[in-house]
């Protein structure tokens, strides 16, 4: 039913809390984007672009979701992840990485859409993404 989405539950950087995400390999969006859901109209609207049930839990008034859309890569072996979020300077900062295949490794070559939706602890400041290096 998830075909290649995985599921996690990692611990967050920066005291954010934990953060459940789900991630993916075929995303629906070809250009590199970022969303913030903050209500269950737009959560289920979301999973139903990736044409998936929207998994539990479902949004509340304590949490909000977030969606990286990396865009197309030339080959399998590509993630983005959230590593976590955190207050600075006025504005609610979303940590994430994107990694992409080890040198020297076999992966299919095949265009990919990596994603990753996670849910983590509402903030009532503007939403700002800052990619990590890998």
Do not use: C
């Not at 979301?46 to 008034?61: F, G, H, S, V, Y």
């Amino acid at each position: 039913m998830w075909g290649s989405m995985v599921v996690l539950l990692m611990a967050a950087l920066q005291g954010s809390g934990a953060v459940l995400q789900w991630q993916g390999m075929s995303g629906t969006r070809t250009e590199a984007e970022t969303l913030v859901i903050k209500d269950q109209r737009a959560w289920t609207n979301l999973w139903a672009e990736l044409k998936r049930d929207p998994p539990q839990p479902t949004l509340d008034d304590k949490h909000i979701a977030v969606a990286i859309f990396s865009g197309t890569k030339p080959t399998a072996g590509y993630t983005v992840s959230v590593r976590g979020a955190h207050e600075e300077s006025g504005r609610y900062v979303v940590e994430y990485v994107e990694t992409g295949p080890a040198p020297g490794k076999m992966v299919a070559q095949v265009l990919t859409h990596p994603w990753v939706v996670a849910i983590l602890p509402a903030s009532t400041l503007p939403v700002v993404f800052k990619k990590l290096a890998s």
